[in-house]
């Protein structure tokens, strides 16, 4: 949502303000971004408040990060620290991506979270959630490092993005996954912040019920990925941005599986594996998982 405060006191004032929003309208971010920093320059009071925040977020959304970093440094001069002003999460949100640490740190704390303490990168340990991945629109599970930072941890099914990748996401939630007694919120992907040298792996697993869960273990334990490709439910948008239960499945017969590590890894484990049960146990076509879904 953007806020409509449209009552600026001359009316070469407000037609510049209505051209911005009506580009804003019509999605065309970067022109209402330039529309709206424009008269923003030219307003005082509500006016300019409303309309510095408005510019700001066409920028992000036009992942124009310089200007929104540049327009969301002035936004949040017209709000109050402390109050979980969205200006201030814009702002960390950009400062992030161009990596302006001491910025992101202060917009958190002007937003009204704990502090960060220390310089430089923040890496902190806040837990599970979900990142719908730009590009794919696939939802993977991440572990979160800063208010809007994420490492990815599961396998996408598009071995066009990777396990590990770091992604820096929206504010706003767009759905929730459950998984046993824990639900997290979805967020949007909104920039790739650093990509993972670990490509995928596609491996065909022979194995009798239940023996698949082994497998999976041994990888997790070595913080390396894996996903059963049959545990891919595919969903329509609106569906996606809803809440769905998450459950580790049960398989065996033949499985597809896609693995994140290295190709001598996952040989040595997969080899591990198959030689604890000699009955029922096999794996074969280890290969690069195709591009695509």
Known sequence: MFSRWTDPRRSADR?????????????????????????AAR??????RATWFDAALAYKFARN??????????AVTYVKRGAEEPAFWNLGTAATVLRDWDTARDAWAGYGLEPFP???????????????????SEVVWAVRLCPTRARVISVPFDASRRFGEVVVHDGAP???????????????????????????????????????EALEDSFASRRLGFE???SRVE???????????QQRGEYDGEQQVYIAAAEDDARALLDAWAAERTDGRSWANLHPAPIGR
Do not use: H, N
Not at 43 to 48: E, M, P, V, W
Not at 183 to 199: G, I, K, N, R, Y
Not at 235 to 243: E, Q, V
């Open 15 to 39: 037609a510049a303000v209505a051209r911005g929003y009506a580009a804003f309208e019509a999605k065309d971010w970067p022109r209402a971004g330039d529309l709206l920093a424009d008269a």
């Open 65 to 74: 990060w310089v200007r929104a970093y540049e327009t969301g440094k002035t």
């Open 118 to 136: 220390g310089t430089g990168q923040i890496d902190a340990e806040l837990g599970p959630t979900c990142v719908r991945l730009s590009d794919v």
């Open 228 to 230: 059963v490709l049959a």
């Open 174 to 212: 767009s759905g929730e996954r459950t998984y046993g007694d824990m639900t997290v919120p979805v967020f949007d992907e909104v920039a790739l912040f650093e990509p993972s040298d670990t490509a995928t792996l596609s491996v065909l697993v022979t194995c009798g019920p239940g023996e698949l």
């Open 235 to 245: 969903l329509c948008d609106c569906c996606s941005r809803s809440t769905i239960r």
């Open 43 to 48: 307003l005082s009071g509500k006016a300019a």
